[in-house]
């Protein structure tokens, strides 16, 4: 045994103001310089899983509904980590004197002061579960995708924080009575992934699936963006690796060489979930690989890994990520069957992925002498009885019970407040138009506005920009194609720029140093441009009785209903950037529809 380890477990903490600490002594808090500096490092890498999940989760989703999720995980950790630094890290490890086996009580609002000795250690530690904490939300915002209503969701990912903390006090609390009995859980495939998935799966369940998600079976839906979806993937798995090694809570004594055990047994469990993705989605699809196939196994098998990261040997690592990719492979077309439609799989690859995590500890684990993460005790298979697998399966179910039952009572709760389900012609628009005002182009936007109208009103959609759209480009491509159209009554341009190559002789304006410096015959086609937008807005120009809207025949005094689907493609090239001409042009739609259902209950979009 670590002489290091048994004669100075607190050396870190050893200090003449120990006694006046403010915070009560925590085995969390037990690390010294080198430790915080490796439970801080963990902490920043771990927040990073937020870009990964918010890539993996918008290129799931359609393009509609890109920018949506990507706001629910800035709202996930603004708003979770605000609760969970007001009360919850007191519920997850106060040891305050109203503390029990079921909830912490005590060290709400952590902010020791200047002079503390545990200042440090408190800080890192808040830190490093605050980073779980937020992970644990952002897994549920996937499953309810494309079609929950944001302003409910920023409450749910308020309140959220219960969810997740009160099960982590029961596996990782001094209190806990999972704790008490001896559960095993090294870096959260239980109070993380399985409260997680458990919440994901029960947010599915009561938000219904997407509209018409079911319509011709149970194959998934397109996805909007299968290289952002990979590229959150790597993101996760390089975060993988400091949620993981980064739980040894520090590298003195004996935990430098289990944190380098649990980086390498976490890479080798990807190996297995990776290598059995590639083989099913190959012979499922007959020679054709899957990009979501393969995501949710390498996913899964992380997730198995987690909370045994550093208990395995390396071919029982392999196993277990395999048998995890495995477990999500196979359960998420079982919940699409029971309508349980999850755009992102967490339901599948946390939740189920999870349980099988906490149940491998209890086949698998070694004793990892000279710590004391199992108390002494040892696997199934490893000739350590039947209680640590007792303890691991009790675990699994009290997790998956209290993340289901909690989640259903706080989505019930919130929509008494407001409804948490998208309005249908909401979800056929897309969240990011109806929810941010983010207008996508090529995503159905139009078609959507035509197939509704009859049903409700606004003149905010049209005067929204398309989102990705440079309207100042907009604004000089639209007026030489109004300069085109007046051809028959005006000269095109009065300078020779695009045929003679020599500098415009008319006066233009420019603001730009660079571009004002003399001899530099590089700017020309700048100098082009500026000469020709003068003339193009010269006064004479503007004087004459010339319409600015140029309608085709067949579309000019049309409802925008009655248009046909080639029609709307002319209009929507048009009037791509002039969001006046569309207002001028369907101004008398929009009262007509105002007098036709004044007396209807009908919501407008903004």
Known sequence: MDSNWTMYPRIGLRSPNLTNTTVNLQESFEIDLEDTNWILTSSFIIFTMQTGFGMLESGCVSIKNEANIMMKNLADISLGGLTYWIFGYGMSFGEGTYSNPFIGVGDFLPDPPVGDALMGPVFASFLFQLSFATTATTIVSGAMAERCNFKAYCLFSLLNTVVYCVPAGWVWGSHGFLNKLGAVDIAGSGPVHLIGGASAFASALMLGPRLGRYAHGIAPLPMGNPVNAVMGTFVLWWGWLAFNSGSTYGVSGAKWQYAARAAVMTMMGSFGGGCFGLLFTLIKNKGKAEVMELINSVLGSLVSITAGCFLYRAWESLLIGFIGAAIASGTSPLFDMMGVDDPVGASAVHGACGLWGVIAVGLFADNPIPMETTNGRSGLFKGGGWYLLGVQTLTGVCLMTWGILVTISLLWFIDKIMPIRMDPYTELMGA?????????????????????????????????????????????????????????????????????????????????????????????????????????NDATLKNKEVSNVMIPEGIKGKRYKDLSAKQLEELGRISANQDRFRYRFHEDDYKRDVERATSSNIRWLD
Do not use: W
Not at 432 to 441: F, L, W
Not at 460 to 485: Q, W
């Open 432 to 536: 990011d138009i109806t929810e941010h005002r983010i207008r996508h182009g090529q995503v159905g936007i139009s078609r959507a506005v035509s197939a509704l109208r009859p049903y409700h009103r606004s003149n905010s959609i049209e005067r929204m920009p398309t989102v990705g759209m440079n309207t100042g480009h907009g604004y000089i491509v639209d007026k030489l194609n109004e300069a085109k159209k007046k051809k028959a009554i005006y000269p095109m341009f009065t300078n020779k720029a695009f045929i003679n190559d020599h500098e415009p002789s008319t006066t233009y304006s420019n603001q730009g140093f660079l571009h004002k410096r003399p001899g530099n015959t590089d700017n020309n086609p700048h100098k082009t441009l500026d000469s020709m937008v003068h003339d193009i």
